[in-house]
């Protein structure tokens, strides 16, 4: 993410072309190293960045997103993701659960999509994985 991001950055089109690429884009992953809190999670400034600029640009090659419960939200409602089947979730809890994989969420479109499931939870470790064949 760090990586995109700044290369996007860069006033240069070839840069900006190969930082588009679907190898660079298939796999986003907004969780920071050494994640375990809210006080570690991505700048305000740079989830706007990503939500207003880059996301807009390549969302069609996004396959897998790696997010933090902090930030679900506003990632997944910034685009659409129309190749998106994976979806990792760090630091969810019960609250997590009820509010976004339930049969009246908004984002019930982007659940019947995913067939690669994976919440990592922040309560005594918790690690569920879930592979859904359609």
Known sequence: MDVLYSLLDIKNQQLHIIAQDKIFTNILN???ILSTNDNSSISNRKLDRFCFEILPQIHHNVKCLILESVS???ILYAVEYPNLTQLKIF???KEI???YFKDDS???HICKQITDLSLIGNENKLEYYARIIP
């Open 91 to 93: 630091n969810f809890n």
């Open 106 to 108: 908004v984002f019930q």
């Open 97 to 99: 659960i009820s509010r």
């Open 72 to 74: 679900i939200e506003r």
């Open 30 to 32: 907004f969780v920071p």
